[in-house]
């Protein structure tokens, strides 16, 4: 009895820290963090999209335009304007550049771009208490959060593939995640999907030395 108390108390302490204030579902934040660390939420399966005349209605890009926020969150709770240089690499510590509604609100869409909730780049530094090896404490990603099922994004000339990683619902609306680095379901090999996530550290600090915080870029979402 005592080893079931100490086991639920150690797992509790654990979930705490990627907890937000509320205890209902996850915010796209955290489900994003869990999702850098390999864990993965349920997705749900692509539906047939609405025909009109016999063609895909859905098959034209959505085009718009991004005006990227940058800012620091620790804990996925507490955020601090972005200075360029991180003060503190101790602990977790995350650094995003895009734009996301909430939890953290940051940059913003054009009206043509309905659906998206967010749609960022994340640098995360010590993610783990201890690491599995170093290049799992630098990771880096992008994830879009959209009512709409798409398969990549080009950002100002540049594509990205996007793999759908999970899902929510809101007021009746089904979101999906994505990511531009996945974990294979199949076949998951955690070893290689850390080092592709430091390894697109390369692309994230492209974005973020290429466009300034406050500056807006064409944006597409290629269905």
Do not use: W
């Not at 996850?26 to 489900?31: A, F, V, Y």
């Not at 959505?62 to 972005?82: E, F, H, P, Q, R």
Request: hydrophobic share 40%.
């Amino acid at each position: 009895m005592l080893k079931n108390h100490a086991l639920s108390a150690a797992l509790i302490s654990l979930a705490l820290p990627l907890m937000a204030v509320g205890a209902d579902a996850p915010s796209e934040l955290e489900r994003h963090i869990s999702y850098m660390k390999g864990v993965t939420g349920p997705v749900v399966p692509a539906r047939q999209q609405a025909k009109l005349f016999g063609r895909q209605a859905s098959t034209t890009p959505l085009s718009g335009t991004l005006t990227a926020g940058k800012l620091i969150t620790y804990d996925a709770v507490n955020y601090t304007a972005y200075n360029e240089e991180p003060t503190d690499t101790t602990t977790f510590n995350m650094v995003m550049a895009g734009y996301s509604s909430s939890g953290p609100a940051l940059g913003s869409l054009s009206p043509e771009l309905t659906g998206v909730t967010s749609v960022a780049f994340a640098r995360v530094v010590k993610l783990f208490n201890t690491a599995p090896f170093p290049e799992a404490d630098l990771m880096c990603n992008l994830f879009l959060t959209s009512a709409n099922l798409v398969q990549g994004l080009n950002i100002d000339g540049t594509y990205l593939a996007l793999t759908q990683i999970g899902s929510s619902v809101k007021s009746g609306t089904t979101y999906y995640d994505y990511a531009a680095v996945a974990l294979d379901k199949v076949s998951p090999d955690y070893p290689q999907y850390f080092l592709d996530e430091h390894a697109f550290c390369s692309t994230f600090e492209s974005f973020n030395s290429t466009y300034p915080n406050g500056s807006t870029m064409p944006l597409t979402l290629i269905p």
